[in-house]
């Protein structure tokens, strides 16, 4: 394991791009395996900078991906959407695993997201359109 500079422990990584960031990020959902008022934007938060990052990587470095995969942050995704009753969460859920899908470019990428029906149970979970 990387030793880390006494900078990255006191303020993160210092790529934006790079494999220990997306470590840290998701070492914060890790922190926060259920979505609660009090953690709300900062798992939402995290959510939306690691899909940049896998899209950043879907070009650049396919370890982004893997990453992604390899650690189940898209099921974490649709856990937490099916776990909230909130409108406003799941919207913002929608609209991160809308970027994701819309712009990755790689076939296997596409392949890996569409696969095992994680998407399906996006689709057919039933929506309130009440209001």
Known sequence: ???TSLWESLFGPKEKFSLSNL???????VKHPTLTDSNQ???LDTLRTIVEIILWGDVHNSMFFDFFLEKNVL??????????SSKTVKIELIQIMSILVQNVRKDTSVYF????NRIN???????????
């Open 41 to 43: 934007k900062t798992v």
């Open 1 to 3: 394991m990387p030793r």
């Open 121 to 131: 149970d996006l689709i057919v979970h039933r929506m309130d359109y009440s209001d």
């Open 23 to 29: 470590q840290a990020l998701y070492n914060v959902l």
């Open 75 to 84: 099921s974490y995704m649709l856990r937490i959407f099916s776990r909230t």
């Open 113 to 116: 997201l569409l696969s095992n």
